[in-house]
């Protein structure tokens, strides 16, 4: 018999996908079932036929339960993800309700206003590095000329000044993501409404409360979601300016994954972080699931 | 107020904005052409002495770093993952688009998911499954690492794109005879070609900017990646600031204008939360 068309479109649909779904399983599902059965089978070994063949145990969650270093560090996540979310969110809203009128030159400026999305992790941290050195950086000269600092503060190598300095980087980085998205959903409101607001007499911040916040809710929330995924996995701006120090105070769950397998070579106990990590986020994804399925139904 | 002098305000309020959020990228440019001498200043001046301004930095940390061996392996590593997710992700994306049944959409959500995974999580398996395949410091572990995590994000975008041009094209495409593959090379793909472009600028982007797959699955210092080697700066006992700030400028150039051309898809052509490495 021959097959129908109906038939034939199925299979070209799933062969165009073939290669991204192999792609997608060869490398990161195998990964991840990698990683799981790194973290369930403790003691060393590097080749996975050797891995597999070891006896299952929780020794590699009870070692990493009982460091402190673990609790640290998904408090200092924590921290950092809240921590940069917040300033770059209100500056990435702000700046797009700036963009959001008309000006001359809008264009422009507004691609070089998101300019810091396209600068990598690394070339942030270095700058950032410099512009924060203590004694010959030019953050603390402008502090000093203009007397609000008396002592140069060592801002990436003081542990009580270590955070906010890998914070600054990473908020300077992700603020313009908030800017593209809430700029696009402010285009999507009709100017309509708020000609109807003006006349039914809404002030400015009426206006704001009752026309554009209910029309920039949804995806602004959306983006907040992703963005805290994202800041809670970040790894480039921190390793490449602290490593985690000083004395770990930057020391994250991503940061703390990767120095347990590469610098102290423990792969067992860095999986179980990394599963640890990964519910975690999960966690995070089906709480706000709850909330964005408000938004977006 | 008239409404003129309003915008021209609205104007002189964003320009200033501008400046102060670029002002870490002049700082860097402002740095990288001056001598340590003035630089390494208690009160640094804040526009440059222009009698003072050189290129000697650039010559020098082309000089005394690989800077050009960096770039190589980055322009090779970046083309080569952009080429293949690129490849992928368009015919994922127009499978997605066009045909959305149960499993697709499943498929679809799986590949939306592998966003959450952490690059310091995922390359741990990578080097254990790259050392057995004996591909450890290799630029393919590089390009397929940079796939792994392209993929999935470019189908999205790519279906997007799609999901713009009607249906009623193939339909036309199939009555005068195109089978549907033909229907997508000849009619489909030439019209999605602004979504190809902005697709690959960002595939760019993003492997140009990857650095912890970069630091990990190479060790051999002639495969280092121009983020590798700017670390590799960070740390060392006395830092040449100028000579870095000048390698930083030449690595972020070529981002910056691949970044302003994609900049007009940014806002107009993508949904919410579909920008970001």
Known sequence: MRPSLHDAERRLAWLLLAPALLAVALLIAWPLYVIVQMSVRPGKALAISELMARPLGTANFERVLHQQALWDAFWHSAVYTVGSLVPAFVAGLLFALLFHRAFPARRWLRSLLLLPWAVPGVVVSITFLWMLDASYGVVNAVLRDLGILSTDIAWFVDARTAMAAVLVPTVWKSFPFFAITILAALQSIPETLYEAARVDGASAWQRFRYVTWPGIRGPALLAALLNALWTFREFDIIYASTRGGPAGATETLGILVYREAFESFRFGTAAAIGVLMLGTATIFVALSMRVLRKEFA | ?277
């Open chain 2, 1 to 277: 107020m008239s409404s003129r002098l309003q915008r021209w305000l609205w104007f002189v309020l964003a320009a200033v904005t501008v400046a102060l959020v670029l002002f870490p990228i002049y700082w860097m440019v402002v740095t990288s052409l001056l001598p340590s001498s003035i630089v390494l200043s208690r009160h640094p001046p804040l526009l440059p002495p222009l009698e003072h301004v050189s290129l000697d930095a650039f010559a020098g940390v082309f000089r005394r770093r690989p800077v050009l061996t960096w770039i190589l392996n980055s322009t090779l590593v970046a083309v080569g993952s952009t080429l293949v997710s690129l490849v992928i992700a368009t015919l994922a994306g127009y499978s997605l688009s066009r045909w959305q049944t149960r499993a697709q959409k499943v498929a679809g959500a799986a590949l939306l998911l592998t966003k959450m995974l952490p690059g310091s999580l995922i390359v741990v398996p990578f080097f254990v499954m790259f050392t057995t395949a004996h591909l450890i410091d290799t630029r393919a572990a590089l390009v397929a690492a940079n796939v792994a995590v392209g993929v999935p994000f470019a189908t999205w975008m790519m279906k997007g794109f799609f999901d713009t041009l009607p249906r009623e094209l193939e339909q036309a495409a199939a009555i005068d005879g195109c089978t549907p593959l033909q229907a997508l090379w000849y009619v489909i793909l030439p019209l999605a070609r602004p979504g190809l472009a902005a697709c690959a600028i960002y595939l760019a982007i993003v492997a140009w900017s990857e650095f912890v797959f970069a630091r990990t699955l190479v060790t051999r210092a002639d495969l280092w990646t121009v983020t590798v080697g700017l670390q590799s700066f960070v740390g060392e006992y006395l830092v040449d600031w100028p000579a870095l700030m000048a390698a930083g400028v030449v690595s972020l150039a070529p981002m910056l204008v691949l970044f302003l051309l994609l900049e007009p898809f940014l806002v107009s052509g993508l949904t919410a939360g579909a920008v970001k490495q």
